[in-house]
């Protein structure tokens, strides 16, 4: 059966303090934050973010999960079904969010076909190319307490968020799912050339962040506030964004937890191996760099966030 990983949490930076979510991360208050999610109640009225028209704003709610979709007419369906279906039984409210940028399939047509009464199902449009740019433009139209992003392919199950909504209300502002520390499960393993082109990635990654084991699991969630502010300054808008976007995350010195998940390949990838691979691994050469690591022959400490 397809569950998350049951089991510890690895935690990183300060304890979450009982004063709960939103207690360190820079930005403004998010419309929603201070709402115990599940406890219903007339939400507060979204505040847009700057140069965020605010008629661009999804409506409140507890948890909405961003699905960026580039022509993901064949997986993209069987993952909506199977999230509306968990979502419909949890007590908390959500929605999903599919931004597509540039889908020459039926992605497009067959979101709008889809819906549920208590899982909402937006289509979003985003003119920039790319998933770093479709996650950006979905967070700065959020108005939820807690957002993150899943892929269409669900290669992390749903089910995760059985253990990430609980950690987020319980004051971590930032949950990375990870496929690389205790508890975590392949379920189905990566073609072979994946894992060497995601080995030297990680290498660099791991300069970048510190403490963190794995920055490409494509799940991850956050308080209202800590996304927006994280995302808000993002300039890598393809596959390593990531990085930036975590590194970004480390810089605010919230609480960050990396949980094991269960993570199963799926066939249909978006990802040009080589074009896409290279670009990645320059995006994060490019990282590396502004953040000074490869200038000091790799021997300068990291100097943000935690140790490892
Ligand atoms: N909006 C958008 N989504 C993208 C783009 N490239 C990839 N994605 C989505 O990013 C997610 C992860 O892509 P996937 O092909 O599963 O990557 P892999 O698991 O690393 O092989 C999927 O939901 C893709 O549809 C893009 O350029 N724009
Ligand atoms: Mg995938």
Redesign the pocket.
Known sequence: METAATTQAEPHGPAPGPAGPGTSAGAGAPAGAGRTAGTGGPAPAPEAWPGIPQALLRPPCDVEIL??????AR??PH?LFRMIRYLEQQSYTSSLVV?????VDRTVNLVKRLGSGRVPIHLVG?AE???G???RRGVLTSSARFVGY????L?TPIETLDFIVPLLKGGYQAVIGSRHIGGATLAEP?PGR?ILGGAVFRLLARRILPGIEDS?C?CKFFTAETARAAVSELQV???AFDVELLRAVIALDVNIVEIPVVWS??E????NGLR?GVKAVADVFRLARRSGFLCAGWSRSPGIGFSS
């Open positions: 699905i960026p979709a580039k022509n993901e997986r993209l993952a931004i597509d940028n540039g889908s985003c190319r790319g998933k740019a479709a996650v899943m892929d269409a392919d290669a990566q994946r490409q494509g808008t393809g596959f390949d799926q249909g990838s978006t990802l896409d």
